[in-house]
């Protein structure tokens, strides 16, 4: 199958700094990225839909200013977690479809990223 | 919109018994169903899928799920299970345009 890189795989920040989150998508071209966020214990919730070259979609309730996306490639995604709070330590894993020639319908998804903010 | 319903949000089974964990969507069209596997600070590994076709699909590690349209169902089986199956296991619909939404997750224990 599909292989999705997701880098880092733990970060720890401090309070008040940002991090940024990067999803490739290896050997096929992802036209549309997305990311979850998984709190303890619980289902992965859609943060945002990003297809390249355009702006991301964000699910209600998602603070676009706060977690900024961008997909400025076919294979590559980016999440920017700005001006951290502890509040904000989560998973994050993204995932990536490509509905090009290769008809790939499902989508692949990172190893994850968990952040921590002290 | 699609949602899925895994009502089951925690399931114990001895070593070498059969498993069944449930799954309902709701979605307007025909769905395309997966079941993933995640364990403790990993991340999704896809079981199986179903687009279109054979409703009963076979996937790795010995699962099985079968899609029963009148039920909105896609139930995953398993016949015997084994310690490495503890792991949480997520339902998901989703569309060929769209993303995917995810179920709660049904957390598997095995007894030895």
């Known amino acids: 199958g599909a292989v999705v890189s997701q880098h880092p795989s733990r970060v720890i920040c401090k309070s008040g700094t940002s991090v940024k989150i990067e999803c490739r998508s290896l050997d096929f071209q992802a036209t549309t990225m997305f990311w979850y966020r998984q709190f303890p214990k619980q289902s992965l919730m859609l943060m945002a839909t990003?297809?390249?070259?355009?702006?991301?979609?964000?699910e209600q309730g998602v603070e676009k200013d706060k977690f900024l996306i961008n997909h400025a490639s076919l294979t590559l995604s980016t999440l920017t977690v700005t001006s951290a709070h502890p509040e904000d330590s989560s998973f994050y894993i993204c995932?990536?479809?490509?509905?090009?020639?290769?008809?790939?319908?499902?989508?692949?998804f990172g190893q994850g990223t968990r952040l921590t903010v002290v | 919109a699609q949602s899925v319903t895994q009502p089951d949000i925690h399931i114990t089974v001895s070593e070498g018994a059969s498993l069944e964990l449930r799954c309902n969507y709701s979605y307007g069209a025909t769905p395309y169903l997966f079941w993933y596997v995640q364990s403790p600070g990993q991340g999704l590994q896809l079981l199986l899928k179903?687009?279109?076709?054979?409703?009963l699909v076979q996937g790795i590690k010995g699962f099985e799920a079968e899609f029963k349209r009148s039920q909105s169902s896609f139930n995953l089986r398993k016949p015997s299970v084994h310690w490495s199956d503890a792991a949480e296991y997520f339902c998901?619909?989703?569309?060929?345009?769209?993303?995917?939404?995810f179920g709660a997750g049904t957390r598997l224990t095995v007894k030895p």
């Open positions: 998901a619909v989703g569309t060929r345009n769209n993303d995917m939404r």
């Open positions: 179903y687009f279109s076709g054979d409703t």
């Open positions: 990003s297809n390249e070259g355009s702006k991301a979609t964000y």
């Open positions: 995932s990536a479809r490509s509905l090009g020639p290769r008809r790939i319908t499902e989508a692949f």
